[in-house]
């Protein structure tokens, strides 16, 4: 699935590490790198490397935080956890979600990969 995300949005040859943890090591890197006390659903961290230039970044998930959002939102929680991995991934590609313009440009995105993949996976399905 990642592979047809990375196609998606144009990503050839990069690397990207994915860390799927629980709510406590969350907040512990929120507290640590982004000096947030709290929970989150997705971090990245942009990372280059001059030794690995194809190496973007780390994407870390709480897997806790997207079964509980899934509840929340009343969604599957393979789509709340992919759409986390997504929001990632364009963070990684230079999105921001911190002003109002920047996350609906975010948000389209984020659906755009997400209505490519149903369709995708609609169509392996009927193979």
Not at 11 to 21: A, P, T, V
Not at 84 to 91: F, V
């Amino acid at each position: 699935m990642l592979q047809a995300v990375y196609k998606l949005l144009g990503i050839r040859s990069k690397r990207i590490s994915f860390l799927l943890c629980d709510n406590r090591l969350i907040v512990s890197l929120n507290q640590k790198f982004l000096h947030r006390r709290r929970v989150t659903d997705v971090i990245a961290f942009a990372l280059h490397d001059t030794f690995e230039p194809e190496y973007v970044g780390e994407v870390a998930v709480s897997v806790q935080e997207a079964l509980r959002q899934s509840k929340y939102y009343g969604v599957s929680w393979h789509d709340e956890m992919l759409l986390y991995l997504i929001h990632g991934i364009l963070h990684l590609l230079g999105y921001d979600d911190i002003r109002k313009k920047d996350r609906l440009l975010m948000r389209k995105k984020e659906e755009y990969v997400l209505k490519a993949l149903k369709t995708i996976t609609v169509k392996t399905r009927d193979i």
